[in-house]
């Protein structure tokens, strides 16, 4: 027995057992921890994960992710052209644009083919009121300069037909026009499969 475990009554029994305890529940958590993600992949399951700068949500062939969601009086971005554009509510006095950052990857299907149109996704407020994606396109507006905070934006919206082979995946803008009072708690995904990203607990 002694040589299987140290002697407790001893300061450097005591050490040692404390150190072996520590490694034993280390050990224990990395293997609960890999049963765990095993367990998901193998159900096909979907869920919710946490990432520093936003959401996830794995469905069956696609992932969706919303890494960036903010309010803005406007959206300004630069087209491959060089042209200046804008974006701005229809109904300025009571509405603000709410801006996604979306990313959609495809690691489970060998090409997906994807239409983002006004059906193509969603924000829900927190009075489940629910506020479709905007054409990027129609509501646009020409700006002979760079419109103030063009730069926070970058991208131009998200639009169109795109094709997602396997293992590859597309970021850009997807722009609502919500109430100013209203609070965006829910993104919504129904291109091919319905995927919800939710911002607040249910």
């Not at 609960?32 to 959401?55: P, Q």
């Not at 919206?157 to 997807?174: A, H, K, N, R």
Request: charged letters at 20%.
């Amino acid at each position: 027995m002694n040589q299987l475990f140290p002697r407790l009554h001893t300061p450097a029994g005591r050490a040692k057992a404390h150190r072996q305890s520590i490694r034993f529940r280390q050990a224990v958590a990395v293997l609960l921890a890999l049963a765990s993600v095993l367990l998901l992949v193998a159900c096909g399951g979907v869920g919710i994960i946490d990432v520093e700068r936003g959401k996830y949500v794995q469905g069956r062939t696609l992932t969706v992710g919303v890494t960036n969601l903010l309010k803005a009086p406007h959206l300004g971005y630069q087209d491959a052209n060089g042209l200046h554009y804008v974006l701005r509510p229809q109904n300025p006095q009571a509405n603000v644009l709410a801006v996604a950052k979306v990313t959609i990857a495809n690691y489970r299907s060998t090409r997906v083919l994807m239409h983002i149109d006004t059906t193509a996704a969603y924000v829900d407020d927190d009075t489940n009121a629910r506020y479709p994606v905007i054409d990027p396109n129609e509501r646009r507006q020409e700006s002979p300069s760079a419109v103030k905070d063009e730069d926070l934006f970058g991208k131009i919206p998200m639009w169109g037909s795109i094709e997602l082979p396997q293992d590859f995946q597309v970021t850009g803008w997807m722009v609502f026009e919500i109430p100013k009072d209203r609070q965006v708690v829910r993104f919504g995904w129904e291109q091919g499969e319905n995927i919800v990203v939710r911002f607040t607990e249910p």
